[in-house]
C-alpha cells in the first residue's frame, strides 16, 4: 500500500520594506492652498520616514494645478510611470479629491494600479484599494469630487460673465500697449503705444506682415513683452482693443470634465464694450486695416492648415538655435534657419538640401548597424551596470530628501508669518523666491541622484537595437521617428541626439 507523507508548508517571514510615496496637490497658488500644500508635504515625508518597514521613494507634489485633467499634472503622470517601472508599492494620498476630480480619470488610473500590485489609501475616505472587492465605492467617491469641481467653474463662469455685462470685467493678461488699470479704465503706455502705432502705419503703407516682423525689433527696446513674429503682428493689427472696445468672451470653457478651451464662433453669447478705454488708435484707421486685412485674404486665399513633414520641429540651427523649416527652391527642397529669413542680423548660417540631410541620417545608421556590439551594447551593459549600483547613492538621496523637507517647513513658516501679519509683502515675496529656487535646484539634484532616466535609457537603447536589428536598411521614417529625436545642423556637420540620449556627428555633404 501507497505511504502518503503531507509536507508542511515552509514559513519563510519575508522583511522586505514596502516602497512608499505620496502624492500632493492644491489647485491655486493662494496664500491659504500653498500652506496646505507645504502641510501635506511636510506630513507625508514625516509620516513615511517614521516606519521603519516603509522605505520613502518620493513626494510627488503639483502645486497650483487642477484636478480635472491628469494630462496637466506633471507629477501625477511622473508618479504613474514610476509605478510602471514597478517602483513603487504603495501610494498615500490625502483624499479622493487630491488624487482627481475626474472620474474616469480617477478609475482608470486606479485600475491600472491595481493591476501592477500598487495600493492606494485614501486617508480622508479611509479606503485602501488593496482591499476593496469592487470599484462602486470610489466610483461614488469620485463622481461627487468632479460634481463638486463642475459646480466651483459654473459658478465662477457666472460670476465673470456678470462682470462683464455690467462692464467691470478685468483682464489678466493686458495687451500690448497698456499696462494697468486706472479707475477701472487699461491705462496706455506711451512707449509701448508709439510701437502699435508703428505697426498700423506701416501696413498701411503697404508692407506686409512678415517685412514689419523683421523690422519690429529696431522699433523695439531690449526688455519689450513682444517680439517680431507672423502671428503676433496679425493679432496686433485685428484687436478692437487698441480703438478703445473691448469685446469679451472670445474663448469660453467647456461644462463638461475634462474643461477644454473653446473658440467662440457664435454657440455662446459675447459682450462688445465700446469706448471701454482709452485708444491708441484711431477708429477710422483701425477700420482700415481691416479691410486691408480682409483684401488681402482674398487676394492670396484662406490660410490653408499647416503641413508637417518628416523633419519638422527635429531640425535646430547650430549658431543660433532657431528652428529650421522646409522652403522649395529651384534646386529643390531646403531647410533654412527662421532667424536667418526674418532676422538676418541674427544669424548668417545658409540652408542645407533635404537630401543631405537625409543621406547624413542614412549613412549613420548603416554605421549604427555595423558597430552595434561595440558602440550600442556596451552602452547597454554599461547602464546596466550603472543601474545595479544605484543603491549606493542613498545617502546622498536621504540629505536632499532631508533639505527639500526643511525648504518645505521654512515656506510654511513664512506662509504663517506673512498670514497673521508679522512680516510684511516686500520680505515675504523675496524669501518666497529663494526658496522656491533652493525648492527646485534640490528637486533636480535629487532626480540626478536617483538616476530616475537610467531605466528610460535602458529601454530606449534597446528600441534602437530591435529597430536596427528587424531591418536591414531602416526607412527614413524609422530612423526619423524611432532612432533620432532631433538634430543640430551647422558649419557643415549634422549631429543627432539619439533616442537614448548619444549625441553622434557626421559630416554634412552637399551634392554639386
Not at 88 to 103: C, E, G, H, M, P
Not at 135 to 153: G, H, K, R, T
Not at 428 to 446: C, G, P, V, W, Y
Not at 471 to 494: C, F, N, S, Y
Amino acid at each position: 500500500m501507497p505511504q502518503v507523507e503531507v509536507i508542511k508548508p515552509i514559513r519563510q517571514h519575508v522583511t522586505a520594506k514596502l516602497c512608499v510615496c505620496a502624492y500632493a496637490r492644491v489647485s491655486t497658488d493662494s496664500a491659504d492652498q500653498l500652506n496646505s500644500f507645504a502641510s501635506q508635504v511636510q506630513y507625508y515625508t514625516n509620516y513615511i520616514e517614521s516606519r521603519a518597514d516603509w522605505e520613502l521613494v518620493d513626494i510627488y507634489a503639483d502645486r497650483g494645478i487642477t484636478g480635472t485633467d491628469a494630462h496637466k499634472r506633471d507629477e501625477f503622470l511622473r508618479m504613474m510611470e514610476d509605478c510602471r517601472k514597478r517602483k513603487i508599492d504603495q501610494i498615500l494620498v490625502k483624499s479622493l479629491s487630491r488624487f482627481a476630480r475626474n472620474t474616469a480619470d480617477c478609475i482608470a488610473a486606479i485600475r491600472e494600479l491595481r493591476q501592477l500590485g500598487v495600493t492606494v489609501i485614501f486617508e480622508k475616505e479611509r479606503i485602501n484599494t488593496r482591499l476593496m472587492a469592487n470599484e462602486m465605492l470610489i466610483s461614488m467617491m469620485s463622481a461627487f469630487a468632479q460634481e463638486e469641481s463642475v459646480s466651483i467653474a459654473k459658478n465662477l463662469r457666472k460670476g465673470i460673465l456678470m462682470r462683464m455685462n455690467s462692464g467691470n470685467f478685468r483682464l489678466s493678461n493686458l495687451p500690448y500697449g497698456y499696462d494697468h488699470y486706472e479707475n477701472g479704465r487699461l491705462s496706455v503706455q506711451n512707449g509701448e503705444a508709439k510701437a502699435i502705432r508703428w505697426i498700423y502705419d506701416r501696413y498701411l503703407s503697404g508692407y506686409g506682415v512678415n517685412q514689419i516682423a523683421r523690422e519690429l525689433p529696431c522699433q523695439l527696446p531690449a526688455e519689450a513683452r513682444i517680439r517680431g513674429s507672423k502671428n503676433g503682428i496679425l493679432y496686433i493689427l485685428s484687436n478692437e482693443r487698441y480703438m478703445g472696445d473691448e469685446l469679451l468672451r472670445k474663448s469660453f470653457t467647456s461644462d463638461t470634465v475634462p474643461f477644454r478651451k473653446i473658440m467662440n464662433c457664435g454657440q455662446q453669447d459675447q459682450v462688445y464694450i465700446r469706448h471701454s478705454h482709452e485708444p491708441i488708435i484711431e477708429a477710422e484707421k483701425f477700420h482700415a486695416v481691416q479691410t486691408l486685412l480682409a483684401e488681402r485674404r482674398g487676394q492670396f486665399g484662406c490660410e490653408e492648415p499647416r503641413k508637417t513633414y518628416l523633419f519638422t520641429g527635429k531640425l535646430i540651427c547650430k549658431s543660433c538655435g532657431a528652428p529650421l523649416y522646409r522652403r522649395v527652391t529651384g534646386k529643390g527642397i531646403c531647410w533654412i534657419c527662421k532667424n536667418h529669413v526674418y532676422h538676418p542680423e541674427r544669424c548668417t548660417e545658409k540652408g542645407y538640401s533635404e537630401a543631405a540631410v537625409l543621406q547624413g541620417a542614412r549613412c549613420l545608421c548603416r554605421k549604427l548597424r555595423t558597430y552595434s556590439k561595440e558602440l550600442l551594447q556596451w552602452y547597454l551593459q554599461t547602464l546596466l551596470k550603472i543601474e545595479s549600483h544605484d543603491r549606493a547613492c542613498r545617502p546622498q538621496v536621504q540629505d536632499l530628501y532631508q533639505t527639500i523637507n526643511d525648504i518645505l517647513i521654512q515656506s510654511h513658516t513664512l506662509q504663517r508669518l506673512y498670514a497673521s501679519g508679522c512680516i510684511d509683502s516686500g520680505f515675504f515675496i523675496s524669501r518666497k523666491n529663494e526658496l522656491d529656487h533652493q525648492l527646485t535646484e534640490n528637486k533636480a539634484r535629487l532626480h540626478e541622484a536617483k538616476a530616475t532616466l537610467c531605466g528610460d535609457i535602458i529601454r530606449q537603447t534597446r528600441i534602437m537595437m530591435d529597430a536596427l536589428e528587424q531591418d536591414a536598411t531602416p526607412t527614413d521614417e524609422v530612423i526619423w521617428g524611432q532612432l533620432i529625436v532631433k538634430a543640430t545642423v551647422g558649419e557643415g556637420r549634422i549631429s543627432f541626439s539619439m533616442l537614448n540620449g548619444l549625441e553622434l556627428t557626421s559630416p554634412l555633404e552637399e551634392e554639386g
